[in-house]
């Protein structure tokens, strides 16, 4: 049965996971995976978190089934974090929200959902984009092209390269965009590009698909939400996949949502009985605890401000690194400019370094990076950034 089966080639980020965890040095840094690491080098696990886990462990709740679509509170949780509580679209009915696994669950119910409703569309991501972009929509039998989005000799957007391929596609091309703390490169979109962005996608009906895994971690909760508000107020009909990967640290939890805005509460009743036969289909129904913990924080106002506190915590530590960054690379006597990294939002830094120089950082100093030169800001500390430095001074040299 196997016997002509191929190795199958390594995953692009969780990969060089598996590669970092089998490195024996003990000086090892993890600049790969997209993953917040406090000052200690540890993930952390926030004190919203624990205290919503302890109040679900002294309530002893059974573990029945989910509903097919999630629990309620959760997602209508997730609506007012995306559109805010007094949302017309909440009001007027036009949300369906399925709590999903991860962003990554919400992306694939999503694309599913769309291959059954146009089966013949491209989806366009961005050039470059998240790794698993193209890999999941072709998984859902999708051709998949890239819009130009970033331009390597500004370390900025293309926006008139974007709006350029935008404009080429038929209507119903489903266009993949990243709400904000774009991943891999860190450069969003001002507010201005959006709305040519909007405009452009309304003009030739395009179906817009916002993946928003980092709310919270550029600006803050609202301003990084400022893309999805704008498509809201648009009028247009449109996907988005949230993820509580990183704002909660619930990583291995799975808690993610795919909201689906529709044209009125009609649709709305229709849209959700066919995402549930989606869900049904793929996994039945999702799992209880990331969900009830998430739907816990953001329902309980005390809770919910902790988890503000720490996240913004978060957020302002991943800033200071990448000040300290620039700055040590400065005083080091590396002569590239560094300082477009502190116009990155988020995450993610695309540093510029090439493939070779990204495997000399891996091999000569045990410092994971993405082939791409995606490196993670948030795994920096005051441990590890000297180290880092030093490694990105040397192989800059040669
Ligand atoms: C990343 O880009 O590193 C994260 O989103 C983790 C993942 O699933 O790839």
Redesign the pocket.
């Known amino acids: 049965l196997f016997a002509n089966v191929e190795q199958a080639p390594r995953d692009p ?2 990969g060089l996971n598996e590669q970092f965890n089998a490195d024996a040095r003990t000086t090892k840094v993890n600049l ?4 917040y690491f406090n000052d200690e080098g540890r993930i952390p696990l926030l004190k919203a978190v624990r205290n919503a886990e302890v109040a679900r462990l002294e309530a002893a709740s059974a573990r029945g089934y989910l509903p097919i679509d999630g629990i309620t509170g959760y997602n209508q949780a997730v609506q007012k974090l995306l559109f805010t509580e007094s949302s017309p679209l909440i009001a007027e009915k036009r949300l369906v929200t399925a709590q999903a696994l991860g ?2 669950g919400a992306l694939k119910i999503g694309a599913d959902y769309l291959k059954r409703l146009l089966p013949n569309a491209k989806v366009a991501i961005s050039d470059p984009s ?3 972009h193209r890999a999941l929509f072709e998984n859902a039998g999708f051709e998949v092209v890239n819009y130009s989005y970033y331009n390597a000799a500004t370390h900025g957007i293309d926006p008139e390269g974007m709006l350029a391929s935008l404009n080429s596609y038929p209507a119903g091309t489903i266009v993949v965009l990243h709400a904000c703390c774009h ?2 490169t860190g450069v969003d979109l001002s507010a201005e590009q959006w709305a040519k962005v909007v405009d452009v996608i309304k003009a030739r009906g395009l179906v817009p698909f916002l993946d928003i ?1 980092y709310q919270g971690f550029g600006d803050g909760i609202d301003a990084d939400a400022f893309a999805v508000r704008q498509f809201a107020a648009s009028g247009l009909s449109f996907l988005v996949s949230s ?1 509580f ?1 990183k704002s909660f640290s619930l990583y291995g939890e799975r808690v993610g949502a795919l909201t689906i805005v529709t044209a009125n509460s009609d649709e709305t009743g229709k849209v959700l009985s066919q995402l549930k036969r989606v869900i049904r289909t793929n996994y039945s129904n999702p799992p209880t605890h990331g969900g009830t913990v998430v739907a816990t924080i953001l329902n309980t106002p005390t809770l919910r401000l902790e988890w503000e506190d720490e996240l913004a915590e978060m957020r302002d530590r991943i800033r200071a690194m990448r000040t300290a960054l620039v700055e040590k690379l400065k005083a080091r006597g590396v002569q590239r400019d560094f300082s477009f990294v502190l116009a990155q939002r988020g995450m ?1 830094s695309y540093s510029g370094l090439t493939s070779a120089q990204v495997d000399a950082l891996r091999e000569k100093h045990g410092v994971y990076a993405i082939g791409t030169g995606r490196i ?1 800001v948030a795994a920096l500390n005051n441990q590890n950034i000297d180290a880092v430095v030093d490694a990105i001074a040397d192989v800059l040299k040669d």
């Not at 790969?32 to 993953?35: F, I, N, R, S």
Request: charged share 5%; hydrophobic share 40%.
């Open positions: 980020i969780l790969g995976v997209g993953v962003g990554t998240w790794e698993n991943n891999p895994a993820s990967s993610f993670c």
